[in-house]
C-alpha cells in the first residue's frame, strides 16, 4: 500500500480535452488524451485524497473508488463545474486542455457545404487556473500545466505569477515522448524558487512526482 500522505485531503483535477460546438455534430477539440490527469486523480486516491475528478471528453475511466468524476464537454461546463468544487478542497491540479476559445454561436442545424468560405467567430472562454488563482485561500495550493512549443521556461514562469499557481508542470513538445496521447512523459517544475527538471518517466510515475511535490506544500 502506497502511504497515505494525502488522508483527509481533498483535491479537485480537470484532465481531457473539451469540445466546443460549432453545430449539432460538430466541434473544435484538440488532441489531449486525458491520460496525465487520470493517472494523477489514481495518484492522489492511492494516496488517501477525496478527488473530484472534472474531465472532458476521454475514452479512460476512473478506477479508484474515492474518485468522484463529473463529465463534461465544454470549456464553459468545466468552468462551471470546477468553480463550485474548489472552495471546499484542499488542492487544485488543472491537466486539463482547456479550449481558449469558443464559437460565439452554435448553429441548431448541420451546417451545410456551400460554394463560400465558411467563417466561426471565436469568443475567448474563462480561464479556469486563473479564475482558481484569484479565489484560493492561504491554505490552498494550486498546480497548473504548461505546453509550449517555443520559449517553454519563459511562458511557464509568467504562468506561474498571472494565476497564482503554487507550481506549474512544464512539458515541451520539442522533447520525444512527451505530451499530449503518450504514456510517458517528461516534466520540469517551476516553483518561485526555480525550475527542477525530471527525467522521461511512464505518466504513473510522473503523477508520483508531481503528488510529491503537492504533498511538501502541505508540510
Ligand atoms: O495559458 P495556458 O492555457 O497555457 O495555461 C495552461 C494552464 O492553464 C493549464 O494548467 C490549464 O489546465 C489551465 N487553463 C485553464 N483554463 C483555460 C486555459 C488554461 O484552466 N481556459
Redesign the pocket.
Known amino acids: 500500500a502506497s502511504r497515505q500522505d494525502l488522508q483527509g485531503r481533498k483535491v479537485v483535477i ?1 484532465a481531457g480535452p473539451t469540445y466546443e460546438k460549432i453545430d449539432p455534430v460538430r466541434f473544435i477539440g484538440n488532441y489531449s488524451s486525458g491520460k496525465m490527469g487520470y493517472a494523477l486523480a489514481e495518484e492522489c486516491a492511492e494516496r488517501g485524497a477525496e478527488v473530484t475528478l472534472i474531465s472532458g471528453p476521454v475514452s479512460l475511466n476512473p478506477v479508484h473508488p474515492n474518485i468522484h468524476r463529473i463529465s463534461v464537454e465544454s ?1 464553459a461546463q468545466m468552468h462551471q463545474a470546477a468553480i463550485s468544487s474548489f472552495s471546499s478542497a484542499d488542492a487544485g491540479i ?7 476559445f469558443t464559437p460565439e454561436e452554435c448553429s441548431n442545424q448541420k451546417i451545410k457545404r456551400g460554394e463560400d468560405d465558411l467563417v466561426i467567430r471565436l469568443k475567448p ?5 486563473s479564475e482558481l488563482g484569484k479565489m484560493k485561500t492561504g491554505s490552498q495550493h494550486l498546480v ?4 509550449e512549443t517555443n520559449d517553454e521556461i519563459a511562458h511557464a514562469q509568467s ?1 506561474l505569477e498571472r ?1 497564482n499557481l503554487d507550481f506549474i508542470v512544464m512539458n515541451s513538445l520539442n522533447d520525444a515522448g512527451a505530451g499530449f496521447r503518450c504514456d510517458t512523459n517528461k516534466i520540469s517544475i517551476i516553483d518561485a524558487q526555480g525550475i527542477t527538471p525530471y527525467p522521461l518517466k511512464p505518466k504513473k510515475e510522473v503523477a508520483k512526482d508531481i503528488v510529491d511535490k503537492l504533498v511538501s506544500l502541505f508540510r
Open positions: 480537470t470549456a488543472l491537466c486539463a486542455a482547456v479550449a481558449d472562454t474563462h480561464d479556469i487556473a497548473g500545466f504548461a505546453l504562468k494565476k
